[in-house]
């Protein structure tokens, strides 16, 4: 596996993250560990294209495999998801604070016509 | 319920943020031009930040500026309206960190009773959303503690 750089790796994590099939690798194995064909049948993907997919996620830092014999097995590399997730997870939630409390001024605005129409 | 808000890195500079409202778009717009409106929602109360002042002239070429009290001087944050399209659209600059901010368009979609807010920013570089990563690390965790309170 290519050795990357603290930033470049944060920012091959971000790329490997912006997949909708890659993020379901990750949901998967947060749930279990699993072998390359394993994924490859959930996400109805060839073998080759899985291993991109996979090998994208492993240079990110995001999952780490090991070879058993003929099967390789994927598992998170749990570490660098949380450093990943943790800036995102703290601009949803400025975001969704933000909204929550626009809701609520918009909610006043529709009041006021209401109360102007009638 | 409160609707989802929902956060998507698209790029290496840029971010989407998404969030349906229940009203029409004129009044998602409106609180977004409007600045005794914008101060009442722009600083969360459960940031614990104050808004000092709120200065906006929503109209191209028009300005804005949001001051923040802060140690050991007040922060402002300011920019202009590149593009202002009534109910629709909302195109403005983030110019407190000079070269490196970001440019961020409001597009409003209506969708029968609801009205689709997309926030796209886009970052001069990647180096640029690099660094205005920091700023998060200092955002309050009471966001959090009131995400807890409401889901308690």
């Keep these: 596996m290519v050795q990357l750089s603290r930033t470049a790796q944060l920012d091959a994590a971000f790329a490997a993250l912006a997949d909708a099939t890659r993020r379901g690798v990750l949901e998967q194995l947060g749930r279990a560990d699993a072998s390359i064909t394993d994924l490859a049948a959930r996400f109805d993907m060839t073998l080759t294209g899985m291993k991109k997919h996979v090998g994208v996620l492993e240079a990110a830092g995001l999952v780490a495999t090991a070879k058993v014999g003929r099967v390789r097995t994927c598992r998170l590399g749990p570490r660098q998801l949380d450093e990943v997730t943790a800036w995102i997870d703290r601009y949803r939630r400025m975001w969704s604070a933000r909204f929550d409390e626009l809701d609520q001024v918009i909610e006043d605005l529709k009041q006021q016509e209401k109360a102007r129409s009638r | ?152």
């Design chain 2, 1 to 152: 319920m409160k609707n989802e808000t929902r956060v998507e890195r698209k790029s290496e500079r840029e971010m989407i943020v998404t969030r349906t409202f229940d009203a029409p778009a004129r009044l998602v717009f409106e609180a977004w031009t409007k600045a005794e409106l914008m101060r009442r929602w722009w600083v969360p109360k459960s940031s614990g930040i104050t808004l000092l002042s709120c200065e906006m002239d929503v109209r191209t070429g028009g300005g804005y500026r949001f001051v923040f009290a802060a140690e050991p001087e007040p922060m402002a944050f300011f920019g202009r309206y590149l593009e202002v399209t009534p109910c629709s659209r909302l195109v403005w600059t983030n110019d407190e960190s000079g070269d490196a901010g970001q440019l961020s368009t409001l597009t409003l979609e209506e969708h029968g009773d609801t009205t689709r807010a997309v926030l796209h920013e886009l970052y001069p570089s990647a180096e640029a959303l690099e660094a205005a990563k920091g700023s998060y690390d200092g955002m309050p965790e009471s966001f959090g503690q009131l995400d807890a309170l409401l889901a308690g």
